[in-house]
């Protein structure tokens, strides 16, 4: 009797055992946690470390190394946690265009090298922890509930709210919290960092990373902004020998932004030199945002060459951007306004010398 249900009850088994693995990989998303490897969308599984992208409910660990943007609601919740940044120097964020929820002991971490800017409402409640040592930048109103919900700034901790910061739980800040409505604190604030409120727009200028590359002997620069405040524009300045410095372009900014801009600036620059990236407010008040090393080994070729003398407004325009200067045969130098007569030219570039046949 008992040897005719036994398959039976084997089968079971290993039905159950198949229907719960396939139920471990369909949600697994939110059982092993995940950590970014790219930039690019939440719910783009290329930009993880897993075959799948995280869900928008995160219950377990979730570590952004890059720069990922969501354009959904995301909740942490049951003990998940979020961290945005590694540590590594370079800046790691995280955009949501939707709200935040934090609820059930839950941890967002946001390390030295991390921005979290949230386009809405943040919520942390019941026994949710939001730890601060880069930037939390919130375009919304900013709710700390009850039930022991902490948020902690370090002193290099900030957080900026164009809404409301309401507080009812803990606060403990030795870093900056700037609020452009009202910090409405009914819970206990502590610590030795500043609080400002009532700032039409609290958001500073948030810097993003500044790269380059190099397509058709063009140099191209990109960079972003989390959030602007009273910005009018950037200056772009180069350097052969980080002493002396010249002005090679201006990007006009966005005044006030609470939302992701990029920017990018093209110019023509061979060998190796330095960039420097400056940042102008309305006052005139301005910082040095970033400054890289470029080494652009493209060869340069003068084109056309030979040139007709009254095709010599092409060669010209092909010049723009360079830092050049053009000698006659006596030595003698020339500027695109004179005229060039039948001979033999010298274009002085980079350094080198590129002998130019006008016919």
Not at 77 to 82: C, E, M, P, T, V
Not at 194 to 220: A, H, W
Not at 320 to 335: D, M, P, S, V, W
Not at 345 to 352: E, G, L, Q
């Amino acid at each position: 009797m008992n040897s005719n249900h036994t398959p039976t009850k084997k089968i079971s088994t290993h039905i159950f055992m198949k229907s719960l693995a396939l139920i471990f990989v369909l949600f697994g998303m939110n059982v092993f946690g995940q950590t970014s490897t790219s930039d690019g969308l939440w719910n783009d599984a290329n930009n993880w470390d897993a075959f799948f992208a995280p869900g928008y409910s995160i219950t377990d660990d979730i570590l952004i190394a890059n720069v990922i943007t969501s354009n959904d609601d995301i909740e942490v919740r049951w003990g998940g946690s979020l961290i945005i940044g590694n540590n590594d120097g370079v800046v790691d964020s995280l955009v949501i265009n939707g709200t935040l929820t934090s609820t059930i002991f839950t941890t967002i971490n946001i390390e030295s090298d991390g921005v979290l800017l949230i386009n809405g409402n943040v919520s942390n409640r019941w026994y949710g922890t939001i730890n601060v040592d880069g930037k939390f930048l919130v375009d919304g109103d900013f709710d700390n509930f009850f039930y022991s919900s902490d948020v902690n700034v370090s002193e290099s901790g900030q957080i900026g709210v164009s809404g409301d910061f309401n507080n009812n739980g803990d606060v403990s800040n030795t870093g900056d919290i700037n609020v452009g409505g009202n910090y409405n604190d009914n819970g206990n604030t502590s610590g030795t960092g500043t609080i400002d409120s009532g700032d039409s727009n609290p958001l500073p200028v948030e810097f993003g990373n500044l790269t380059y590359e190099i397509t058709d002997q063009k140099v191209i620069l990109e960079w972003f902004t989390y959030s602007e405040r009273n910005n009018d524009y950037f200056t772009i300045e180069l350097s052969k020998d980080l002493n002396e410095w010249s002005e090679i372009g201006r990007v006009e900014g966005n005044g006030n932004t609470a939302v992701l801009s990029d920017y990018q600036f093209e110019f023509n620059e061979y060998g190796s030199f330095y960039i420097r990236l400056s940042q102008f407010d309305y006052d005139g008040t301005n910082e040095v945002l970033d400054l890289i090393h470029i080494q652009n080994e493209n060869t340069f070729t003068l084109y056309p060459n030979p040139v007709k003398a009254q095709n010599i407004d092409v060669l010209i325009s092909n010049l723009e951007g360079l830092n050049y200067r053009i000698f006659n045969q006596r030595g003698a130098e020339l500027t695109a306004n004179d005229n060039f007569e039948k001979g033999i030219y010298f274009v002085h570039i980079n350094n080198k010398m590129h002998k130019l046949i006008v016919r």
